[in-house]
């Protein structure tokens, strides 16, 4: 033992017991004090620098500015300078506590993917208005594209960083998660609804929300397809395991939840084999099976197997029916709200609800004026 711990020691096994529970109040004591002398903010500096014994006391580090959530919930611009590569990786982060310590109003974010200016875009405007808040845009338009909505549309500034999409190829399913990491990246969205141009609501807005954010599955059309089309290779057995059985087929407009749009932007098993297998073969129509067959990969339950977007295919043809001025009429809106014959009974969290759609394609720019005039009437909003 030194002299100091000699010391301590006599000092608690004689007096120790005692004096320790005083000074503590003498400290409280003498620190209330100089409070009561120094009340205003500055204390803390006062403080130290009256008690510092050197005459010139070293500067304090500078205050660290307090940080909130609000922070860490602020989305970043939609005009960032994030490489895909970044994008996709920052997205894939979640939140793991299933409640939030805050007010969440639900979103959907609304994912366009067009060419250029919105050719239906007054039609939208009527379905967005007064519903701030509820929503969120992401436009996804070619790279050449140098237009804007003019400052007091709700998809003014709603471009994302964008890159050269070719039709039936994978530089499409590479803009689709590219609207959906940015999408992602908003925490408050809550449903993700991928739309084309030629795109329609067959809603009112408060609809269309409910429908989506009320619901426990995700509507991404994946089903099995004996045809011609199959298109599946032995290429993807050797490259990737995956089999025949497990290849799927579906349109590529779905409306996802959360949980699932994250899936889609982490995958970083299938996707480069898809992209492999489509930069070898042009035309390689992988926009209709790389996300379908990615829901039956990961084993994915909370799917309805459908999507909520109506087309109209003809036997035989690569494209689905077009819209036009004189196509669009009353009778056309209620029989595709009504399933247009699908004969599906159109099921929603398992029971009956009757909403078989929510969108509708393709409408041509010509058919703006007819479904103006009937948006108030038949959709429900304008
Ligand atoms: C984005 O901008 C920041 C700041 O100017 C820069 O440090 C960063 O390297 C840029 N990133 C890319 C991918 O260009
Ligand atoms: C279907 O469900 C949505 C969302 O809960 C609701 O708004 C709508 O009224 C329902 N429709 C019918 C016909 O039950
Ligand atoms: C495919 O499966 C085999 C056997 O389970 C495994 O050894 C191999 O690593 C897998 N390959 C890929 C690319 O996942
Ligand atoms: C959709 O398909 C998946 C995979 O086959 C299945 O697990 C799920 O139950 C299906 N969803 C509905 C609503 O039938
Ligand atoms: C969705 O909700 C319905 C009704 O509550 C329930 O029967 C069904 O099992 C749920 N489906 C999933 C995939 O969670
Ligand atoms: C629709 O529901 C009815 C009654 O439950 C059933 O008989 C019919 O098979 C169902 N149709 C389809 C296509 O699932």
């Known amino acids: 033992m030194n002299d100091v711990n000699k010391a301590m020691a006599v000092f608690h096994s004689h007096i120790g017991g005692k004096l320790l529970n005083v000074v503590p109040m003498l400290l409280l004591f003498s620190l209330g004090f100089v409070l009561g002398m120094t009340s205003d903010s500055k204390f803390p500096n006062f403080y130290l620098s009256s008690v510092a014994s050197s005459p010139s006391p070293a500067p304090l580090p500078p205050q660290n500015p307090q940080v909130g959530l609000a922070r860490f919930l602020e989305p970043p ?11 996709l990786w920052l997205a894939s982060m979640t939140p793991k506590v299933r409640s939030t310590p805050y007010h969440r109003a639900p979103k959907v974010a609304f994912l366009f993917l067009a060419r250029g200016d919105l050719p239906l875009r007054p039609l939208w405007e009527k379905f967005f208005a007064g ?20 400052e007091d549309s709700v998809f003014y500034g709603r471009m994302i960083p964008s890159q050269k999409t070719m039709w039936g190829d994978m530089s499409l399913v590479a ?19 991928m739309l084309s141009e030629s795109c329609i609501p067959l809603y009112d807005f408060p609809t269309v929300h409910a429908v989506l954010t009320g619901s426990n599955t ?18 993807f057995a050797d490259r990737s395991n995956i089999t025949l059985a497990q290849w799927r087929k579906g349109a590529q407009w779905f409306e996802m939840d959360r949980a699932l749009a994250r899936e889609v932007v982490s995958d970083d098993t299938y996707f480069p084999a898809f992209r492999e297998y489509c930069a070898a073969q042009p035309s390689c129509l992988m926009d209709e099976h790389y996300i379908p067959t990615l829901l039956s990969l990961i084993g994915w339950r909370h799917n309805a197997n459908r999507t909520l977007t109506y087309a109209d295919w003809r036997i035989g043809e690569v494209h689905p029916q077009t819209y036009g001025r004189d196509d669009v009429t009353e009778d056309l809106i209620r029989k595709i709200r009504g399933g247009a014959g699908s004969g599906r ?3 929603y969290n398992d029971g009956a609800n009757g909403t078989c759609y929510l969108f509708a394609r393709k ?19 304008g």
């Not at 611009?77 to 994008?87: A, Q, Y």
């Not at 409408?363 to 909003?381: I, N, Q, S, T, Y």
């Open 131 to 150: 519903h701030e808040g509820l929503y969120s845009i992401y436009v996804h338009t070619d790279p050449s594209y140098t237009g804007s909505p003019p």
């Open 218 to 235: 995700s509507f991404v059309d994946s089903f099995v397809n004996h045809d011609s089309e199959v298109r599946y290779n032995p290429f």
């Open 77 to 87: 611009s939609v005009m960032h300078n994030m490489t895909d590569e970044e994008l």
């Open 345 to 347: 009974n159109c099921t």
């Open 175 to 193: 803009a689709e998660r590219r609207l959906l990491a940015n999408a992602l990246l908003d925490l408050s969205n809550e449903r993700f609804v």
């Open 363 to 381: 409408f041509a720019h010509d058919a703006l004026e007819p479904l103006f005039r009937l948006a108030p009437k038949v959709m429900g909003f």
